[in-house]
């Protein structure tokens, strides 16, 4: 009954991804509401999600977004962390039956712009205000208002001074 049930959500989550193609509105109101299906907490409304964002099946409940979030293309949000079981053989440790795993919560905060390829690991915070640059590994702790880019994440700035700078040149659009 539960491959059922998940083969139901795979295929629900597909059809609402074609709805992306002419409604981008209307794919975030369905996509809100299948997030929530599945478990994973949104306290908020984020304003993208791209349909090849990557939720870890394992940690569905373990991921929480906040309020105006843009998740961009082929952003990986990975909750679990299977390669305890390696360490443990390496010391010798028997693990036949089951593989040993971590999962931890990841918490993306308001107003947070994810660029594309990103990959989120276990445990991971960001807070609000929070710019991640494309391609960025992000683990750990990452403060308010700040900038991270590279692999592994390094902070680079801070978003209220790179906006600053920005809006001083108005060298931005308005769609």
């Known amino acids: 009954m539960h491959k059922i049930i998940k083969v139901f959500y795979v295929v629900l989550r597909n059809l609402i991804k074609v709805v992306d193609g002419f409604s981008p509105r209307r794919y975030m109101k369905l996509y809100n509401w299948y997030l929530k299906k599945i478990g994973v907490d949104l306290y908020g409304y984020p304003r993208f999600i791209h349909p090849t964002v990557y939720f870890d099946g394992k940690g569905y409940k373990n991921t929480h977004i906040g309020e105006n979030v843009v998740l961009s293309k082929n952003v990986l949000i990975l909750n679990h962390d299977y390669s305890i079981t390696c360490g443990l053989r390496s010391i010798g440790k028997k693990v036949v039956d089951n593989e040993a795993y971590w999962l931890r919560d990841i918490y993306i905060g308001n107003n947070v712009f994810v660029g594309a390829n990103v990959s989120i690991l276990p445990g991971t915070t960001i807070g609000d205000n929070c710019i991640v640059g494309t391609g960025a590994v992000i683990k750990g702790i990452i403060p308010e208002n700040s900038i991270v880019i590279g692999n ?22 308005f769609e």
């Open 152 to 173: 592994p994440a390094k902070i680079v700035g801070k978003t209220t001074e790179w906006a600053t700078k920005k809006e001083e040149k108005a060298d931005y659009l």
